[in-house]
């Protein structure tokens, strides 16, 4: 089964590119107040013990990037939703 989710296109895009062992998830916000919840998301991973569940990067362009383990991916999505920033979650 696969995780399909929807997001509102006027606050953010998100993109994903899978590799082996993870997912690197790219996310664009258009306004700097939804960027703020992937702030809070941050914490929830960084608040672990596991270094290597998620790493975020942040870029100039307002664009983020998040390198997500595999086995971390519906963690993180979960979390999106949490933060308001999916519109909805099913499985596909």
Known sequence: MKLKYQYDKEILTISEKQSESDIEITILFRNEESAKH?????IFFDENDIYTDAIFNTYTDN????????????DFILQLFKQTLLKSITWE
């Not at 983020?64 to 086995?71: L, P, S």
Request: proline fraction near 0%.
């Open 38 to 42: 992937l702030e809070a998301i941050r």
């Open 63 to 74: 664009s983020h990037q998040v390198i997500v383990r595999k086995d971390y991916y519906i």
